[in-house]
């Protein structure tokens, strides 16, 4: 059975952010030119960061141009 692809997923799949490293709860902001979303930040090995607290994941603001933006 294939995955269902919501709309976002799929733009953001466009765009070349994985939607598995994206919180569910944040701000998309989508214009005609970029792409601009939160993302977890991670390791060398690929896993995910914690805060110094050790209670929740480091984040990072990404800013991404459209595909067919030069």
């Known amino acids: 059975m294939a995955a269902f692809k919501t709309p976002l997923t799929e733009a953001l799949e ?3 952010i994985d939607p598995l490293n994206t919180p569910q709860e944040t701000l998309v902001e989508h214009t005609k030119d ?3 979303i ?3 930040i991670r390791d ?3 896993e995910t960061v914690l805060n ?3 209670d929740d994941l480091l984040r990072t603001r990404v ?3 459209h595909p067919w933006v030069k």
């Open 38 to 40: 939160d993302q977890f």
């Open 14 to 16: 466009a765009y070349g």
């Open 44 to 46: 060398d090995a690929g």
């Open 52 to 54: 110094d607290e050790g």
């Open 34 to 36: 970029y792409i601009s």
């Open 63 to 65: 800013h991404r141009p």
